[in-house]
């Protein structure tokens, strides 16, 4: 059993920064790699980044690719993603994602209870 709890959310600017992160606990952290959806109001929850268990392996969507940074710490058990450049389309609630199987939201085990990010224009 995997716990999360996101933290960082809020409302920011359209062209500004916020940092997310997530705190993990129960498994061992480094056993699995991690990663952040979103889910836009009315919309399906949807992929947004991932990094493999050590850290040296990441994916992003590509709306967010050169924007988005997502990194780990395994010493801390937290998962971050650092948002550059946001976008009022970037707004959504945000969820942290334990072993995901693919970029398919039905193929996470594990779900934080997320965090919010409203972009204004």
């Known amino acids: 059993q995997v716990q999360l709890v996101e933290s960082g959310g809020g409302l920011v600017q359209a062209g500004g920064s916020l940092r997310l992160s997530c705190a993990a606990s129960g498994r061992t952290f480094s056993d699995y790699g991690m990663g952040w959806f979103r889910q836009a109001p009315g919309k399906e929850r949807k992929f947004v980044a991932a990094?493999?268990?050590?850290?040296?392996?990441?994916y992003y969507e590509d709306s967010v690719e050169g924007r988005f940074t997502i990194s780990r710490d395994n010493d801390k058990n937290t998962l971050y993603l650092q948002m550059n450049s946001l976008k009022p389309e970037d707004t959504a609630v945000y969820y942290c994602?334990?072993?995901?199987?693919?970029?398919?939201?039905?193929?996470?085990?594990?779900w934080g209870q997320g965090t919010q990010v409203t972009v204004s224009s």
């Open positions: 990094i493999s268990w050590s850290g040296g392996d990441t």
């Open positions: 994602a334990a072993d995901p199987r693919s970029r398919e939201p039905g193929s996470v085990r594990y």
